[in-house]
């Protein structure tokens, strides 16, 4: 398995509060994504890094930040966490546009 | 705008019987085409990378198929097993650090 890690994997929050959600990688990959996955919709690309504090938006960015001020770590952060932001968020990483993606097992987020 | 549609939405095989999901797409300009693997609670893995170049790429008993001219692909699984049960998701990918377009997937399941 590639070496990706998220924390936590499941956390039960309050509206209106914020959250850290984190992706460590050990593979030196230059590219990371955040996406969520809800029934229905198959996965949403949140926001995407292809460098150190080379960050973008993916279609579903609206609450939503992200930093990577390492090669190994993608945070993504709830400002004011809402309901319709309950859902599994999966981290991915990518060596280069050729090569596949390797997947977190995903953090399973229940906001209440 | 860049979509991937896949067909059918779910299905239901027995075990031992092969079959064939289908994608099309209009990304553009396209860079390679992907299929994964997702299987329940667990993060998508990868079955195949085309690009432009190839028609067809096999691991194991999937087979995966491009039709670049057409905008086009299928996974074939040959002699399904029980553990073949999964989402199966079709990725194109456009040049550039553009962010892969996901479709929504085909939901299989194998029974016995």
């Known amino acids: 398995d590639a070496g990706i890690t998220q924390s936590p994997r499941h956390k039960v929050t309050e509206t209106g509060t914020p959250v850290t959600l984190r992706c460590h990688q050990t593979e030196n990959h230059r590219y990371m994504y955040w996406y969520r996955q809800d029934p229905g919709h198959g996965l949403r690309l949140i926001h995407y890094?292809?460098?150190?504090?080379?960050?973008d938006k993916g279609e579903v960015s609206d609450g939503y930040s992200v930093s990577r001020s390492k090669t190994e770590d993608f945070l993504l952060t709830l400002e004011s966490a809402t309901s319709s932001q309950t859902s599994v968020y999966f981290c991915a990483i990518m060596e280069d546009s050729n090569q596949p993606q390797h997947f977190g097992d995903g953090t399973r987020l229940s906001i209440l | 705008k860049n979509q991937v549609e896949q067909s059918p939405q779910s299905l239901i095989i027995l075990e031992g019987k092969n079959c064939t999901l289908q994608c099309n797409y209009t990304v553009s300009p396209f860079s390679n085409l992907r299929w994964y693997k997702q299987d329940t609670g667990r993060g998508p893995v990868s079955l195949t990378i085309m690009t432009f170049s190839e028609n067809t790429k096999s691991n194991g008993r999937y087979t995966a198929t491009l039709d670049a001219d057409t905008k086009q692909s299928s996974l074939h699984i040959t002699a399904s097993q029980l553990s073949d049960s999964a989402s199966y998701i079709c990725?194109?990918?456009?040049?550039?650090?553009?962010?892969?377009?996901f479709g929504k997937g085909t939901r299989l399941s194998v029974i016995a």
């Open positions: 890094s292809y460098g150190v504090k080379d960050t």
């Open positions: 990725v194109v990918s456009a040049t550039g650090n553009t962010p892969l377009v």
